[in-house]
């Protein structure tokens, strides 16, 4: 794990030997309870990972408009793909490595 820590922060993430743009990284900060402590674990992709994402799906989202607006038939079609594919992509790469992660995660904790 590689990260970085704050006053009452903590952002880590796996570290791996390749490029992989869908790596979420684990933000965790420390909350004070009656019994201890409790550590509170968010997962997000990575800024320009989002950023990337973002222009993807309103791109393409863009381009279903204006094809809808045309009718243009089965070339009408392209763009949805496209839309479907970014979509799925994001989703199937971070949830597959979150697992990884949490496990990890779990081991540092116990």
């Not at 992989?20 to 420390?30: D, G």
């Amino acid at each position: 794990m590689l990260g970085i820590a704050s006053a009452n922060e903590f952002k880590a993430h796996r570290s791996i030997g390749y490029q992989n743009s869908f790596l979420p990284i684990a933000i965790m900060c420390v909350e004070p309870t009656e019994n201890g402590s409790r550590l509170n674990v968010k997962l997000r992709m990575q800024k320009y990972t989002i950023g990337f994402m973002v222009l993807w799906l309103s791109f393409t989202f863009f381009a279903i408009v204006m094809f809808a607006l045309k009718a243009e038939g089965l070339v009408a079609l392209a763009p949805i793909g496209m839309f479907c594919f970014g979509y799925i992509l994001m989703q199937t790469c971070f949830w597959y490595e979150v697992p990884k992660i949490k496990s990890i995660l779990q081991g540092i904790v116990q």
